[in-house]
């Protein structure tokens, strides 16, 4: 970061990232958190989507409501799933500002 004082006041610029021979078209990794969790107080699961950045969302809410995601997702869960907490990571890859599809890298179970 460059700082620069102009007439008693304190500017702080950012300078411009050099993203090489991609020019900003290179994949990028985001994640995201999937949760269906019982809540002992309804009786009623409850789902939670959460990205680090917007396209990680983007990714979890394609997850669960792609069928084809959503299925081999649930391969990977054990068979009683439904009546446990289940926990699920995802990765996915930006590009452009858009998130590719889903690839689920952990699961946890309780």
């Known amino acids: 970061m460059t ?7 304190l500017i702080a610029r950012t300078p411009k990232r050099n993203l090489g021979p991609c020019s900003g078209t290179c994949p990028t990794p985001d994640y995201a958190i999937v949760a269906r969790i019982h809540d002992n107080v309804t009786g009623q699961p409850v789902i939670v989507l959460a990205g680090i950045l917007r396209q990680g969302t983007e ?5 669960v409501s792609n069928p084809v995601y ?38 946890e179970n309780w």
Not at 59 to 63: P, R, Y
Not at 77 to 101: C, D, F, R, S, Y
């Open 70 to 107: 959503l299925n081999a997702m649930l391969e990977k869960a054990p068979k009683t799933w439904g009546q446990m907490n289940l926990e699920v990571v995802i990765e996915t890859h930006v590009i452009e500002g858009h998130p590719g599809p889903p690839t689920v890298i952990a699961i």
């Open 59 to 63: 990714a979890a809410g394609e997850l």
């Open 3 to 9: 700082t620069i004082m102009s007439a008693g006041s």
